[in-house]
């Protein structure tokens, strides 16, 4: 079992079991066995899904730890409100991790794998990004062109992105 804390600093903890499973897919129509299927680059794959929505992810996070925030008098509600940034990434470092633990010894090595694989691009990507935002040219091409749209007075300047003038219809 994994466990992680909301922004009202209250911890849940994650345990991914058959029940777990067939509550999450009653309450959201979501099968969690989807995971070993999909890629998170596809949008249509359930890690592509959770990926892209932080909403479904928190709904499945709540679905999970459902019993746990009965018992605590957590509505729904309650725990989205206690849901973003880092909260988000610990439940979902938590999620994926009992979800890796919930399948046999083979697929949960390949899982833990994938997972491993994903967290190094996921680093890739947000270090190559940094540095392109670091680069002193980008904010030098970015003040050229915000000139280049901006008269001296301040106003907008024309540009082939504006909309043509009316022109009178032929009658």
């Not at 709904?59 to 849901?83: L, N, W």
């Not at 694989?117 to 002193?136: Q, S, V, W």
């Amino acid at each position: 079992m994994k466990t992680f804390n909301d922004n009202a600093g209250r911890t849940w903890t994650v345990a991914i079991n058959v029940d777990t499973v067939k509550r999450v897919k009653s309450l959201l129509s979501v099968n969690l066995m989807e995971v070993i299927e999909g890629r998170k680059d596809d949008p249509e794959s359930l890690l592509g899904r959770l990926s892209s929505d932080p909403v479904l992810l928190c709904d499945v996070i709540y679905a999970v730890c459902k019993p746990e925030a009965d018992a605590k008098g957590v509505t729904d509600e309650d725990f989205g409100r206690a849901m973003a940034g880092d909260a988000i990434d610990m439940g979902t470092q938590a999620l994926l991790e009992e979800l890796c633990d919930f399948f046999p010894q083979g697929r949960r090595k390949l899982l833990r794998k994938a997972l491993e694989k994903l967290r190094r691009l996921e680093t890739l990507a947000l270090n190559a990004a940094e540095t392109k935002l670091d680069d002193p040219a980008l904010e030098s091409r970015l003040l050229r062109e915000l000139s280049d749209t901006i008269d001296s007075a301040g106003n907008l300047a024309e540009s082939s992105a504006s909309p043509p003038a009316a022109t009178p219809s032929a009658s």
